[in-house]
């Protein structure tokens, strides 16, 4: 197995919580293992949840009120005081705040993927780590249904990855109706 290079542990370590470090040093030296792959692929989901927390409990309850300052700002033909009107609601009501938040996270997410992308997948559970990112995380709505439902190109592309993480279309299916 190739050994994670010092700066890609770094890189990692940087957005991965405290509890996972020791799992990630114990990963640079496991001879044949993508453990650090599978701590990654935890650590993005987990931060994809708490994007969807905040959305939920911050976000989702300003939404109706939000879109009908949108809507007036659109209806009137873009006027100043309808968008200081929106802008104003953003701001007191915490929307601009959180989706602020969703943003700081997201760079994160972004960060361990960049990093997940650096480290070579010795084994199928490696590569199939990354491949869960991806349809999860990264390419959403491009591979989700059965393979018959998708483009001819997406098909294609979908029946490569899986074969290259030793996956079925029964497993690419599951997970894309998780995401």
Do not use: C
């Not at 640079?28 to 927390?53: C, F, N, P, Q």
């Not at 960049?114 to 959403?140: D, S």
């Amino acid at each position: 197995m190739q050994k994670l290079s010092r700066r890609t542990l770094v890189a990692a370590a940087a957005v991965v919580p405290a509890g996972a470090l020791p799992i990630l040093k114990t990963a640079e030296g496991a001879s044949g293992s993508d453990a650090a792959l599978l701590v990654l692929e935890t650590t993005i989901g987990e931060l994809h949840d708490e994007v969807g927390r905040i959305n939920v409990e911050r976000v989702d309850p300003t939404r109706d009120e939000f879109e009908n300052f949108f809507k007036l700002w659109l209806e009137s033909s873009y006027s100043q005081a309808a968008e200081q009107a929106m802008l104003r609601f953003g701001k007191e009501s915490g929307r601009d705040d959180a989706i602020a938040d969703t943003d700081l996270v997201f760079e994160k997410v972004n960060r361990l993927i960049e990093a997940m992308w650096t480290m070579p997948a010795q084994t199928n559970a490696g590569r199939a780590a990354k491949l869960r990112v991806f349809f999860k995380h990264i390419a959403l709505d491009h591979f989700k249904g059965p393979d018959s439902e998708l483009d001819w190109d997406n098909s294609l592309a979908r029946r490569l990855l899986l074969e290259y993480a030793g996956m079925s279309e029964d497993d690419a299916v599951r997970l894309t109706s998780e995401a």
